[in-house]
């Protein structure tokens, strides 16, 4: 575009036109796609130059000699001139890539051995196309890789030993990839800003079965071998895309609007362990009535024959750890509104996935079990919070992704901007940042932004202590009633 106008310039101007402006409108050599996105939690993660519209991704694992053999096509739009792109792609080998049916040269740049002196497995894949990529043309990558997928650190999750992605466990696979695990599997851009729709076409053998983000569209049978094709149509955080392989039964329920429930689950699992996950209808017609419509075409999860270290929100398809009950799956479907359908600018922005999940779990015990218990949970939560002195939601650091400060103090948040803007102006505040930003990304800025204006008011002050302040503010309103006195007990 930018090109044209200049041409266009140069081609109308008077003989006398300048030779430098000339000169200036040459238009500068492809350069490589950035090695990464630019998100200060990560350096290295995610990529620049092109934007990622569509994975295809096809999969055949060997669950006995847990192997896998892959292809993932990626349908991109380069975003200038590119001469050359990367993609996170943790471990596993590449046999070859193709970009719109051509060989194009590839190198997995080496990463220096760790702190503890371990040898890493490279995370980049760098792709050279036999021609430049012109800005703005759509293009297909063929990457044709395997191996055996291994989890990947994360400095986000110190407390998962085994790190994000991929984890091949006695009972099946699992994929739980929050932050940085979606290169442990396939090759992509890793960063929620770089949203995309998938297809999966996943090859196993009986009895195994497969579950993944979307709707499962078909399975075809070829022998022992079975194919589960999934498509998941609403754009995705990289971090979101699962894939679950074990022997699973299934059960299913009708969503608000016809919307298909389908949890996947245990073959042992008792009535009581699914119990809570029959509610899932019941949960998601009450999210409704305070987020908005459910955002995607589909609802449902996997409960997990492990534990997994908790649940994950992986789009229309949380990923349960065994024992995982009812406040965690009303967290976990919130998330479907705050996280995957409005996703986190940069990983700083966690508050706005956590705060928001956490605090929907008040939402549900108010409308379960009436306001006073509402307030109970504030209080004790408030009372945990200055004890603790936890501090601000905001950028926690990365080591803090995960804590009281972006869980426990991200919901207080929520709880005094519903005291501070009333019932009304709050619940407008949150139905409409979803729908602003919708199968897109927030940033902490742009809702503070959003909620002063739905709101009509300054909400600076407010913010600046209870988002960015250091200090859980002071709410003597929540503090306990001062202890009887001795005389009084029982009077
Ligand atoms: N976002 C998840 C939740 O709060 C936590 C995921 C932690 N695990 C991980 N692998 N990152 O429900
Ligand atoms: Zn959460």
Redesign the pocket.
Request: aromatic share 4%; proline share 0%.
């Given at each position: 575009m930018l090109g044209s106008v200049l041409s266009l310039f140069v081609l109308c101007a008077p003989s006398g036109a300048q030779q430098p402006a000339a000169a200036q409108a040459r238009p500068r050599a492809p350069q490589a796609g950035a090695l990464e996105i630019g998100d200060p939690y990560f350096p290295g993660l995610g990529n620049g130059g092109y934007d990622v519209e569509h994975y295809t991704l096809s999969l055949d694992y060997d669950f006995e000699g847990d192997e896998l053999t892959a292809s993932a096509g990626i349908r991109a739009t380069a975003l200038h001139d590119l001469a050359s792109f990367s993609l996170d792609l943790y471990g596993l080998e590449v046999a070859g890539v193709r970009i719109d049916g051509q060989d194009a040269r590839f190198e997995r740049p080496p990463v220096p051995a760790g702190a503890d002196g371990k040898p890493q497995p490279p995370s980049e894949l760098v792709i050279t196309p036999s021609a430049p990529i012109a800005a703005g043309a759509s293009f297909q990558a063929e990457v044709r890789y395997g191996g055996r997928p291994h989890g990947r650190p994360?400095p986000?999750?110190p407390f998962?030993p085994g790190g994000?992605g991929w984890f091949r466990m006695e009972s099946g696979v699992y994929v739980?990839?929050?932050?940085i695990?979606a290169g442990s599997w396939f090759p992509c851009n890793d960063h929620p800003r770089d949203k995309a729709t998938y297809s999966f076409r996943i090859t196993v053998a009986k009895p195994y079965t497969v579950a993944a983000n979307g709707i499962r569209t078909e399975v075809v049978e070829a022998g022992e071998a079975r194919t589960f094709v999934f498509e998941a149509r609403d754009p995705m955080a990289s971090y979101l895309a699962t894939l679950n392989i074990a022997e699973f039964s299934e059960l299913e329920a009708k969503g608000p609007r016809g919307i298909p429930v389908v949890i996947y689950h245990p073959v042992d699992a008792t009535q009581a362990e699914l119990a809570d996950f029959k509610r899932q209808p019941e949960v998601l017609e009450f999210l409704e009535t305070v987020f908005g419509p459910y955002p995607f075409e589909a609802a449902g999860g996997v409960l997990s024959y492990e534990k997994i270290?908790?649940?994950?929100?992986c789009q229309t398809l949380p990923v349960y750890g065994r024992g995982s009950n009812l406040e965690v799956i009303v967290?976990?479907l919130t998330?479907q509104w705050f996280?995957d359908c409005v996703s986190p600018d940069l990983w700083r922005d966690m508050w706005l996935?956590?705060g928001f999940?956490s605090y929907s779990e008040w939402l549900w015990t108010e409308h379960t079990e009436g306001k006073a218990a509402y307030e109970q949970l504030a209080k004790r939560s408030y009372a945990e919070l200055r004890k603790r002195k936890t501090g601000a939601p905001f950028d926690p650091g990365v080591a803090r992704v995960?804590s009281g400060r972006v869980y426990q103090r991200g919901a207080f948040v929520l709880y005094g901007l519903r005291q501070e803007v009333g019932d009304e102006s709050f619940f407008r505040i949150l139905k409409t940042w979803v729908e602003t930003h919708k199968n897109g990304n927030g940033s902490t800025e742009a809702f503070v932004t959003h909620a002063a204006k739905t709101a009509g008011r300054e909400l600076q002050p407010f913010f600046d202590a209870w988002l960015y302040a250091d200090v859980t503010p002071a709410q003597p309103e929540l503090e306990p009633p001062p202890a009887p006195a001795a005389g009084k007990a029982g009077g």
């Open positions: 994360d986000a999750v998962l994000v739980v990839s929050e932050c695990g270290g908790g649940a994950l929100e967290h976990e998330h996280g996935n956590e999940a995960f």
